[in-house]
């Protein structure tokens, strides 16, 4: 439990929250500030910042419950779709500082806009390049 961690009051019941899943380590709810309804997050109950500094052991039971809850999310909704995504560190978006995923039910022709960004046009020798720097880092 981390002072003054939003997502660490919820988990200890300090503030209220609807909750859709727990376990010993994960917990689901419904973000309260939704993108579209049904808009669901889902935390590691240890607290870390996000993916970047989550421990291995933490990270390795994050996908079955994504999966568990995205399956409840899509049913629930009747959703064509599953949207799923994930910001570290303030410059991706990130505002609470509590490792989580968010799940949103998509529709085929839904508004929630679409969310591939446009594309840059670079050479393959360049691309070919930026994978080197990536797997020296590695
Ligand atoms: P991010 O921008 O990825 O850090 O997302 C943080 C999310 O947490 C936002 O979508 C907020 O709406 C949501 N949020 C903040 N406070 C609460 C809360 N008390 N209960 C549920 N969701 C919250
Ligand atoms: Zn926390």
Redesign the pocket.
């Known amino acids: 439990m981390e002072n003054d961690c939003?997502?660490c009051k919820?988990i200890a019941g300090e503030?209220p929250?609807c909750k859709v899943y727990e376990d010993d380590n994960f917990l689901a709810?419904?973000?309260?500030?939704?993108?579209v309804r049904g808009?669901t997050?889902v935390i590691p109950k240890h607290h870390c910042r996000n993916l970047l500094d989550t421990p291995d052991n933490v990270g390795a039971g994050f996908y079955p419950v994504l999966k568990k809850v995205s399956l409840s999310v899509k049913a629930a909704f009747r959703a064509e779709g599953i949207y799923m995504?994930?910001?570290n560190e303030p410059a991706s978006?990130?505002?609470?500082?509590h490792s989580?995923v968010?799940i949103i039910p998509r529709y085929k022709n839904d508004d929630f806009g679409k969310h591939n960004p446009p594309r840059l046009k670079v050479e393959i020798s360049e691309i070919a390049k930026d994978a080197e720097s990536i797997k020296k880092n590695i």
Do not use: K, T, W
């Open positions: 939003i997502f919820i503030i929250s709810f419904m973000d309260i500030n939704p993108a808009h997050l995504f994930q910001q978006g990130q505002e609470v500082f989580h968010h």
